[in-house]
């Protein structure tokens, strides 16, 4: 596609639900990342997919958060049992070089709220 | 990890003035990116400049990287240049982007 695109723009859910938040990053690119914006904070990294490597999960803030990207394009971040604190903007972004060489493009995000 | 940090954290502008947004960064880095976040949250790539100054209409950048800063210059603001100003810089070794905390500008008609 022409940009980065994250599904659902908005989410309300549970305290102690699951749930799946989706990107679809720009065709041809190769890198993914996951990112997290607190409200008033800055962005907090998650995850990072790079072709067929393993990913670099360091950012991942619990076990109840886990990603998976299939076919190296699009990628579900799932997170389980929600809690309060998870609510935020969770946003997904993509590069067409290895290690973010010519920059990111971001998504719209998705705004998760936990009630 | 490496320390980003952004100066104002917070400015007011009136229409039409000028400003200067400062990131000071800890460590070398491979790349830096100016990002601009709207009031509806989206995050848009303002310049991608690991150094040297590039300029796009009434916006500039500038990065020394030898010093460790990179300014964004905001020229004739306007209404719409409203939002979060965020600096984000990469180094190949983590293989990730680290953000500063942001620049929260708001310009008033």
């Known amino acids: 596609g022409a940009g980065v695109s994250q599904s659902p723009s908005n989410k309300v859910t549970e305290k102690g639900k699951d749930v799946e938040l989706r990107c679809d990053p720009i065709s041809g690119h190769t890198a993914l990342y996951w990112y997290r914006q607190s409200l008033g904070q800055g962005l907090e990294f998650l995850i990072y997919?790079?072709?067929?490597?393993?990913?670099?999960k360091s950012g991942l803030p619990s076990d109840r958060f886990s990603a998976e990207r299939t076919g190296g394009s699009v990628s579900t971040l799932t997170i389980q049992r929600t809690q309060q604190e998870d609510s935020a903007v969770y946003l997904c972004a993509s590069s067409n070089r290895n290690r973010g060489g010519n920059g990111y493009t971001f998504g719209s995000g998705t705004r998760l709220t936990v009630v | 990890g490496i320390q980003v940090e952004q100066s104002p954290p917070d400015l007011i502008l009136q229409e039409g003035a000028n400003s200067t947004l400062r990131c000071n960064f800890s460590d070398s880095v491979n790349n830096l990116q100016w990002f601009h976040q709207n009031p509806w949250g989206q995050l848009i790539n303002l310049f991608y400049?690991?150094?040297g100054t590039k300029q796009n209409g009434r916006l500039s950048a500038t990065t020394v990287a030898t010093e460790r800063y990179s300014l964004l210059y905001i020229s004739s603001s306007q209404t719409t240049d409203s939002g979060v100003y965020f600096c984000?810089?990469?180094?190949?070794?983590?293989?990730?982007?680290?953000f500063g905390s942001g620049t929260k500008l708001n310009v008033k008609p």
């Open positions: 997919f790079q072709g067929n490597s393993a990913p670099d």
């Open positions: 984000a810089v990469f180094l190949y070794n983590f293989n990730k982007f680290y």
């Open positions: 400049i690991p150094s």
